[in-house]
């Protein structure tokens, strides 16, 4: 059974830093990356880093140059070290695992199983 605890949330003044971790415990089918997620209020969640099983890292604009994704394959944790929070940065962040979709004609990489999430609050 596969299980994804996210832990290090919290609230920050703007400018600060935060590190997200997530333990990953269970055997991943097809795994293929890692990664982290976000859902602003009234909006869908959005994808903010992902590290792939071929050594490559993805990001949005907005958080490329402030935030790391980082991975300890012994123990099979992710982080988010996110820093120079600002306001818009305030989210529920979840932890996600992805799998090679075996059935789609590209073999897409998609997110198989979430964290419960962790709510991350960045005030002025």
């Known amino acids: 059974q596969v299980h994804l605890m996210e832990s290090g949330g919290g609230s920050v003044q703007a400018g600060g830093s935060l590190q997200l971790s997530c333990v990953v415990s269970?055997?991943?089918?097809?795994?293929?990356?890692r990664g982290w997620y976000r859902q602003r209020p009234g909006e869908e969640r959005e994808i903010v880093m992902a590290?792939?099983?071929?050594?490559?890292?993805r990001a949005i604009d907005s958080v490329k140059d402030r935030f790391t994704i980082s991975q300890d394959r012994a123990t099979d944790t992710l982080y988010l070290r996110m820093n120079n929070l600002e306001t818009e940065d305030t989210a529920v962040y979840y932890c996600?695992?992805?799998?090679?979709?075996?059935?789609?004609?590209?073999?897409?990489?998609?997110?198989?199983?979430w964290g419960q999430g962790t709510q991350v609050t960045v005030s002025l």
């Open positions: 269970g055997v991943i089918p097809a795994s293929c990356g």
């Open positions: 996600a695992a992805m799998s090679v979709n075996l059935t789609s004609p590209n073999y897409a990489c998609q997110v198989r199983y």
């Open positions: 590290t792939l099983a071929d050594g490559s890292t």
